[in-house]
């Protein structure tokens, strides 16, 4: 193939506004050369230029996820995958089959269950007992933020009815106090002592098959929310990508957020910045950049952990004590975000509660106040529920608005698990994008996979709709929520591209870029927004070389499991 294409026959979005009718685009050596008037082409590409037929099809940025966590992913993949359970029942016997494969392994390690598929989201340890022959089994949930363990584990870990719940996490107890076999949050950490860790083979494994399946829905770059840290058995994610890169198997750009330790101090500020310099010299080509710092201020609806201005309610629907959890104070929340935004570190905090939405905003308020306007690009996470006032707030701020379009709709855990515990009203709250957008607020876009799909296609449906394909329930939130198609893919383009400080040669089509694209049909802005889901990823390109085709039936079809769930 020659190293200069043509892609025509095509509407073209170029990252912002309506897609360009009757243009083509010319790549050469990797960058884009030109966008040109078709009739045009032959004044501007050479005569053994490869052409690329589009056949109506769209030719768009390659997508970029502002929030995703792919060596987990790709790890969980090669390991006990649940993600393909409807029900109980399923995973069970998914656990089982497993187990039964496996007999050699002394723990079953993995995750990917659903909350909504048991009462209360919480799994009881006689199930997974059963399931997994007694052994040792520790199993995230798909969201990440609950542990399910057999007998056999507890046991090994030491946890009894004495075992007090740590600060900033829940043990679900069975009457006499004794570990029903759920952990949520924190106290997941009580099996540290005990679980296996993740080999740095099986994570460098985990992030190649990871980057196979994330191509294939189009995605070029990423935000990877959790490096520098390990966690429930993961080492740090970041040799696998320094391994990658050493080996020429890094195709995609990566952003690495940098863990905060919520029980560290600001000391850690100083290290993160050394360490981002560190990658900045061995990366020139900022294939890895370390320029991004990740705060979990609060956890998540489901298990009422996520910070809430207003208490959750009861089963009978009375007011609780529990208005959720802040995983840091407030005061050194804002001394921490200060601290990072003048030592030139992005912020990315995960705020899910609007308690702890306005806690972040009030970190990037004094952020502001005290370093003026540093370019920090600091951005929110997951925002499931905005107060009103603080709506207005994003703008004035410059604070990013970091949505998971897959989750703004209704489905059994939402509806569930977690509407039914807040206060009246605040249905009409839930992830509020349309406001956000009203409100002069910045989008980026990111999936938060391996939580739910990767997939930006299926999430763009349900930013548009706020309904997942098939659903008979209204929009989640109001119709005033839905998003317009071209916002969503800006959003996952430039947007993302924007928050990676990849914005200049990144996240759109124009001249000087990388020839980072993905060819989607049908073209989605030709088809009724209830039909969105059925456009797909065709072809994906990274700096002018076809790395995907969906025509290719040797390559593994990427991975899309449950199109729902939440947050890390």
Same mark, same amino acid.
């Given at each position: 193939?020659?190293?200069?294409?043509?892609?025509?026959?095509?509407?073209?979005?170029?990252?912002?506004?309506?897609?360009?009718?009757?243009?083509?685009?010319?790549?050469?050596?990797?960058?884009?050369?030109?966008?040109?008037?078709?009739?045009?082409?032959?004044?501007?590409?050479?005569?053994?230029?490869? &052409?690329?037929?589009?056949?109506?099809?769209?030719?768009?940025?390659?997508?970029?996820?502002?929030?995703?966590?792919?060596?987990?992913?790709?790890?969980?993949?090669?390991?006990?995958?649940?993600?393909?359970?409807?029900?109980?029942?399923?995973?069970?016997?998914?656990?089982?089959?497993?187990? !039964?494969?496996?007999?050699?392994?002394?723990?079953?390690?993995?995750?990917?269950?659903?909350?909504?598929?048991?009462?209360?989201?919480?799994?009881?340890?006689?199930?997974?007992?059963? #399931?997994?022959?007694?052994?040792? /089994?520790?199993?995230?949930?798909?969201?990440?933020?609950?542990?399910?363990?057999?007998?056999?584990?507890?046991?090994?870990?030491?946890?009894?009815? %004495?075992?007090?719940?740590?600060?900033?996490? @829940?043990?679900?107890?069975?009457?006499?106090?004794?570990?029903?076999?759920?952990?949520?949050?924190?106290?997941?950490?009580?099996?540290?002592?005990?679980?296996?860790?993740?080999?740095?083979?099986?994570?460098?494994?985990?992030?190649?098959?990871?980057?196979?399946?994330?191509?294939?829905?189009?995605?070029?770059?990423?935000?990877?929310?959790?490096?520098? +840290?390990?966690?429930?058995?993961?080492?740090?994610?970041?040799?696998?990508?320094?391994? #990658?890169?050493?080996?020429?198997?890094?195709?995609?750009?990566?952003?690495?957020?940098?863990?905060?330790? &919520?029980?560290?101090?600001?000391?850690?500020?100083?290290?993160?910045?050394? &360490?981002?310099?560190?990658?900045?010299?061995?990366?020139?080509? @900022?294939?890895?950049?370390?320029?991004?710092?990740?705060?979990?201020?609060?956890?998540? +609806?489901?298990?009422?952990? $996520? $910070?809430?201005?207003?208490?959750?309610?009861?089963?009978?629907?009375?007011?609780?004590?529990?208005?959720?959890?802040?995983?840091?104070?407030?005061?050194?929340? =804002?001394?921490?975000?200060?601290?990072?935004?003048?030592?030139?570190?992005?912020?990315?905090?995960?705020?899910?509660?609007?308690? %702890?939405?306005?806690?972040?905003?009030?970190?990037?308020?004094?952020?502001?106040?005290?370093?003026?306007?540093?370019?920090?690009?600091?951005?929110?996470?997951?925002?499931?529920?905005?107060?009103?006032?603080? /709506?207005?707030?994003?703008?004035?701020?410059?604070?990013?608005?970091?949505?998971?379009?897959?989750?703004?709709?209704?489905?059994?855990?939402?509806?569930?698990?977690?509407?039914?515990?807040?206060?009246?009203?605040?249905?009409?709250?839930?992830?509020?994008?349309?406001?956000?957008?009203?409100?002069?607020?910045?989008?980026?876009?990111?999936?938060?996979?391996?939580?739910?799909?990767?997939?930006?296609? $299926?999430?763009?449906?349900?930013?548009?709709? =706020?309904?997942?394909?098939?659903?008979?329930?209204?929009?989640?939130?109001?119709?005033?929520? &839905?998003?317009?198609?071209?916002?969503?893919?800006?959003?996952?383009?430039?947007?993302?591209?924007?928050?990676?400080?990849?914005?200049?040669?990144?996240?759109?089509?124009?001249?000087?870029?990388?020839?980072?694209?993905?060819?989607?049909?049908?073209?989605?802005?030709?088809?009724?927004? $209830?039909?969105?889901?059925?456009? =797909?990823?065709?072809?994906?390109?990274? !700096?002018?070389?076809?790395?995907?085709? +969906?025509?290719?039936?040797? *390559?593994? *079809?990427?991975?899309?499991?449950?199109?729902?769930?939440?947050?890390?």
């Amino acid at each position: 193939m020659s190293s200069e294409l043509v892609f025509h026959g095509g509407a073209v979005f170029t990252g912002t506004g309506a897609p360009l009718e009757g243009q083509a685009v010319i790549v050469r050596d990797g960058r884009i050369a030109a966008v040109v008037p078709e009739a045009e082409v032959a004044a501007h590409a050479s005569a053994d230029a490869t &052409r690329v037929d589009l056949a109506g099809a769209l030719l768009s940025p390659g997508f970029q996820d502002a929030h995703i966590h792919p060596v987990g992913g790709g790890v969980e993949l090669l390991q006990c995958n649940l993600t393909e359970a409807e029900d109980a029942a399923q995973t069970a016997a998914l656990i089982r089959a497993y187990a !039964e494969a496996h007999p050699d392994e002394e723990w079953i390690l993995g995750g990917g269950w659903s909350m909504d598929s048991f009462p209360g989201g919480n799994p009881p340890r006689g199930l997974l007992d059963e #399931a997994a022959g007694g052994r040792p /089994v520790l199993l995230q949930s798909r969201d990440h933020h609950s542990t399910w363990a057999s007998t056999a584990a507890i046991e090994r870990a030491g946890i009894t009815a %004495a075992t007090p719940d740590p600060d900033d996490g @829940r043990i679900v107890r069975e009457a006499d106090g004794f570990p029903a076999g759920t952990f949520h949050e924190g106290a997941a950490n009580l099996f540290a002592a005990v679980r296996p860790a993740t080999s740095d083979d099986l994570a460098y494994q985990g992030l190649l098959r990871a980057q196979d399946e994330l191509i294939a829905l189009g995605i070029t770059g990423w935000q990877d929310a959790m490096v520098g +840290a390990g966690s429930g058995g993961m080492a740090d994610p970041l040799a696998a990508y320094e391994r #990658a890169a050493a080996d020429g198997r890094l195709l995609v750009h990566v952003v690495g957020a940098q863990w905060w330790a &919520r029980d560290g101090g600001i000391d850690q500020v100083e290290r993160m910045a050394e &360490r981002r310099e560190r990658a900045a010299a061995a990366h020139p080509d @900022r294939r890895i950049d370390l320029g991004t710092t990740k705060i979990m201020v609060d956890g998540v +609806a489901e298990n009422q952990t $996520a $910070a809430m201005l207003t208490p959750y309610r009861d089963e009978t629907g009375h007011d609780t004590c529990n208005h959720g959890l802040s995983f840091i104070d407030p005061e050194k929340l =804002r001394e921490y975000v200060t601290a990072l935004d003048a030592a030139g570190q992005q912020v990315h905090m995960h705020a899910l509660g609007d308690r %702890a939405v306005r806690e972040a905003l009030d970190a990037l308020q004094v952020a502001r106040d005290a370093n003026g306007d540093t370019d920090g690009r600091h951005h929110l996470a997951h925002l499931q529920v905005v107060a009103p006032d603080d /709506v207005s707030r994003f703008a004035p701020l410059d604070a990013i608005a970091n949505i998971q379009a897959l989750w703004a709709t209704h489905e059994d855990q939402l509806d569930e698990l977690t509407l039914p515990f807040l206060q009246d009203g605040q249905v009409d709250r839930q992830y509020p994008f349309g406001d956000l957008v009203r409100e002069g607020a910045r989008l980026a876009a990111g999936s938060d996979w391996p939580v739910s799909t990767a997939d930006p296609l $299926a999430a763009i449906h349900v930013a548009v709709n =706020r309904a997942y394909p098939g659903s008979e329930r209204p929009p989640l939130g109001g119709e005033h929520q &839905r998003l317009a198609l071209e916002t969503a893919f800006a959003a996952y383009t430039s947007g993302s591209a924007y928050v990676n400080r990849r914005e200049s040669d990144t996240g759109s089509i124009r001249a000087g870029y990388l020839a980072n694209l993905v060819v989607i049909e049908p073209d989605p802005f030709g088809i009724p927004a $209830a039909d969105l889901h059925t456009a =797909r990823v065709a072809s994906t390109w990274i !700096e002018g070389r076809r790395v995907h085709s +969906a025509s290719d039936t040797t *390559a593994p *079809a990427p991975a899309v499991p449950d199109t729902h769930r939440k947050e890390s």
